[in-house]
C-alpha cells in the first residue's frame, strides 16, 4: 500500500468511525469539501498545516494518525 493510499484509507475511515460527511469535516477544517474528497480519492497530496486540521476536527492526536497511517501501510 502506497502512503497516499495509507492515508486516504485512515482518513475515510476516522471521518466514517465520527460520523462525518466529507463536507461537515470540511466544515470543521474551514477547508473545501472537494479538497477532502481528493485528499481521499488520491488526488490531492495535504500540507502537515491540513494534516494537523484534519486531526483536531476530527478528535485525534496528529502522532496517532500517522501512526494509524503506517500501520495501514504495514497491514497491506
Known amino acids: 500500500m ?3 493510499n495509507a492515508l486516504a484509507v485512515t482518513l475515510k475511515n476516522r471521518r466514517i468511525k465520527c460520523g462525518l460527511s ?5 466544515r470543521k ?3 473545501d ?6 485528499i481521499e480519492c ?3 497530496n ?3 498545516n491540513i494534516i494537523f486540521k484534519i486531526c ?5 492526536k496528529t502522532s ?8 495501514a501501510m504495514e497491514d497491506s
Not at 466529507?22 to 470540511?26: C, I, K, N, R, V
Open 42 to 44: 488520491q488526488k490531492r
Open 56 to 60: 483536531k476536527s476530527l478528535d485525534i
Open 64 to 71: 496517532d494518525f500517522i501512526l494509524n497511517i503506517e500501520k
Open 46 to 48: 495535504p500540507t502537515l
Open 29 to 31: 477544517c474551514n477547508i
Open 22 to 26: 466529507q463536507e461537515d469535516l470540511a
Open 2 to 4: 502506497t502512503l497516499e
Open 33 to 38: 469539501r472537494t479538497y477532502i474528497s481528493m
